[in-house]
């Protein structure tokens, strides 16, 4: 199945600095690569995702970078705010059975410091 | 707006004890998800359901069942529960992946504590 690793778990940056998460996965079939906010005690929300015909994908402030050929992709974000405090999911789609599905890296715990 | 909702916040269960997590959507979704989220560790897949009494197999099933009777609802049932079941437990749920998307819309979650 597939496997995605996220680093790095825990990130500082001062506020006003940029942010880059990076994850790599294992299948090379998958094609759809979407990044997940969870705000302290707050359910996860989609903030961004990339379909594997494109290179980059921006919205605003952040922005997502993908690598088919070394299956990895990145979330940057710019000009940091204390709102983009928060952990921050990488994912990769699977197809299993009769549905598709997200694999999930482990997170990393983003922390803007004023 | 999408509404995920799980039946409880907060839940406190004796070991042994059989246990029913209640998720259930109002888009008329296909798909249901059960996860689990500890500390560095993520979320991880429990089941996922793709259609009224389907389901399969997530990566971390052992100690779990689940069910859909219903197209709305898909329950996670802990059949003896066990300290290490001890977590935060998040329901989604998705449509059909359309233009190779698929865009998952989580609930609030249940935190369950075995003793």
């Known amino acids: 199945g597939e496997n995605v690793e996220q680093h790095p778990s825990t990130l500082s940056v001062q506020e006003g600095d940029s942010a880059v998460i990076k994850c790599t996965y294992s299948?090379?079939?998958?094609?759809?690569f979407p990044w997940y906010k969870q705000e302290l005690g707050k359910r996860p929300q989609l903030i961004i995702d990339?379909?594997?015909?494109?290179g980059e994908k921006k919205d605003q402030r952040i922005a997502v970078t993908l690598n088919k050929t070394a299956k990895h992709f990145s979330l940057h974000i710019t000009e940091t705010q204390p709102e983009d405090s928060a952990v921050y999911f990488c994912?990769?789609?699977?197809?299993?059975?009769?549905?598709?599905?997200?694999?999930f890296g482990k997170g990393t715990h983003l922390i803007i410091q004023p | 707006d999408v509404k995920v909702t799980q039946s409880s916040r907060y839940l406190v269960k004796r070991t042994g004890e059989k246990v029913f997590l209640e998720c259930v959507q109002d888009?008329?979704?296909?798909?249901m998800f059960w996860y689990r989220q500890d500390p560095g560790l993520g979320l991880r897949l429990i089941y996922f359901?793709?259609?009224?009494?389907?389901?399969e197999k997530g990566d971390i099933p052992e100690g779990y069942s689940v069910s859909r009777e219903k197209k709305e609802r898909f329950s996670l049932i802990l059949e003896s529960a066990s300290t290490n079941q001890t977590s935060m437990y998040l329901c989604?749920?998705?449509?059909?992946?359309?233009?190779?998307?698929?865009?998952?819309?989580f609930g609030a979650g249940t935190r369950l504590s075995v003793l």
């Open positions: 994912a990769a789609l699977f197809s299993g059975g009769g549905a598709d599905g997200l694999t």
């Open positions: 989604a749920s998705s449509p059909p992946s359309t233009g190779g998307k698929n865009i998952q819309y």
């Open positions: 299948d090379s079939a998958s094609n759809y």
């Open positions: 990339i379909r594997s015909n494109v």
């Open positions: 359901s793709y259609d009224v009494k389907m389901k």
């Open positions: 888009m008329d979704h296909e798909n």
